[in-house]
């Protein structure tokens, strides 16, 4: 883990397979420390349970207003949690003729609030030395209010009243920032509670998520984060937020108090893409990991990459990465992306990459003596990954497709 890692196979060879097998085996360990980014929900059955394992969820609509959701492992990931740059990827239209003005508004009247937030706590420890990107809690239903003022501002004149400087140029950027706090999609951002506000609620949420298993503490090692209710659009900004998180607590951690923790990055090509098509907001996401895959190291953050197409996962990532295992590839291109990050006197070994079997794979780094070609043991606690038998299932007379509890799934935007 302290060299980073891959994990790479085409569907069906036995990826999600050998990924169960490892956390497992970390579980057992006394004080293991892993996050699990689970993207389509199939570590967080109920088959894939055991002693040194924990499952979280991002909040979905029907958690929202609410207060305890931390304490019942529903992820809130408020707004305030993102950096100046983030919200504006979110917010700000870059070819508006108005978007300075708006970035500039905006910065400052955030800023203004989340000082105003510690002055209505009687905080004397951090004002006076935060910046804009400090994550202040602070309500956004008040920068609104102020921008809104701003927007319609009329002052004196030597004739009468006339617009003020920023009359009508911020209205569309007003229309933006209300229709994402709106949006019940977004609502682990926008909709939160008084939990959420208070001060130490980042304390928790960071305690919750990277502090290792001890014998007097309810933490597990492992912790699986259920990212499949999260928007597509906005999957790869929030999982780079948890990433940055992490990777920044780690940095500000005195070094004789900091656990090192392993960042296990499943179906890694979503949000760890080689090429972001000018999405603002997934490109800030892809430089957290990025610089995690350069600087972790020193911090004691390890990324292990998971992916069924390392040809669309970022170069600058994967090059950072010194131990491989490698499941069957049947895609040239993705033999041709292992070839090159193996020294020239092991490019021959991926010349079995297609015909491995399932569950079988090649071992190559720092972690191995030697390059190793390995069957990986079934693991006891298994994801809801198995590939649908369709021939038994065709044949079954009485299968039964439920599609109510689908529909209302999706309406709720919600498997619970």
């Known amino acids: 883990f302290q060299r980073h890692a891959v994990i790479v196979g085409s569907t069906g060879s036995g990826k999600s397979w050998c990924v169960a097998k490892l ?56 707004y305030w ?71 319609e501002e009329m002052v004196a004149g030597s004739r009468g ?10 209205t569309r950027f007003i229309q933006r920032l209300e229709a994402k706090s709106q949006d019940k999609r977004l609502g682990f951002m926008f909709q939160i509670s008084e939990d959420e506000l208070h001060i130490d609620w980042m304390d928790k949420l960071c305690n919750a998520l ?24 906005v999957l790869p900004l929030v999982i780079g937020l948890v990433a940055r998180i992490v990777f920044t607590v780690q940095q500000w951690t005195a070094t004789d108090k900091r656990h090192p923790i392993c960042l296990l990055c499943d179906e890694a090509h979503l949000y760890i893409p080689e090429r972001t098509n000018q999405d603002a907001a997934a490109e ?85 003596l030697l390059p190793t070609r390995v069957i990986i043991d079934k693991p006891t606690i298994k994801p809801q990954s198995a590939t649908v038998q369709f021939w038994k299932e065709w044949s079954n007379k009485d299968a039964l497709q439920d599609i109510p509890t689908a529909v209302a799934g999706l309406r709720k935007q919600s498997k619970t």
Not at 81 to 106: C, G, H, K, V, W
Not at 136 to 150: A, F, G
Not at 161 to 170: A, M
Request: hydrophobic share 40%; glycine share 6%; charged share 25%.
């Open 23 to 78: 956390v497992e085996q970390i579980a057992k360990l006394p004080m293991a420390n892993c996050i699990l980014f689970d993207i389509h929900g199939e570590y967080s059955g109920t088959d894939f349970k055991a002693d040194g394992i924990q499952h979280f969820r991002i909040a979905n609509p029907s958690d929202l207003g609410k207060t305890g959701n931390l304490e019942n492992n529903a992820l809130m990931l408020p």
């Open 210 to 233: 990277m502090q290792g298993s001890t014998t007097n503490s309810n933490n597990a090692g492992i912790k699986v984060i259920d990212f499949s209710e999260v928007p597509s659009d």
């Open 161 to 170: 009243d006339k617009q003020g400087p920023f009359n009508g140029k911020l």
């Open 284 to 368: 800030l996401g892809l430089k957290n990991f990025e610089r995690i895959a350069k600087e972790g190291r020193k911090y004691g953050v390890s990324l292990t990459v998971i992916s069924q197409r390392p040809a669309e996962v970022n170069r600058t990532v994967l090059s950072q990465c010194n131990n491989f295992i490698s499941l069957r590839l049947s895609n040239a291109e993705d033999q041709a992306v292992i070839k090159k990050l193996l020294p020239d006197n092991l490019a021959g070994l991926t010349d079995v990459l297609p015909i491995l079997d399932i569950g079988e794979a090649l071992i190559v780094g720092d972690a191995s």
């Open 81 to 151: 949690l993102l950096t100046y740059e983030e919200m504006l990827a979110m917010l700000l239209d870059r070819s508006d003729s108005n978007a300075p003005n708006q970035a500039m508004i905006f910065s400052k009247t955030v800023f203004n609030e989340k000082e105003n937030h510690l002055t209505s706590i009687g905080d004397t420890k951090f004002k006076g030395s935060i910046t804009i990107d400090s994550p202040i809690p602070y309500k956004i239903e008040n920068v609104i209010t102020e921008i809104s003022r701003l927007d």
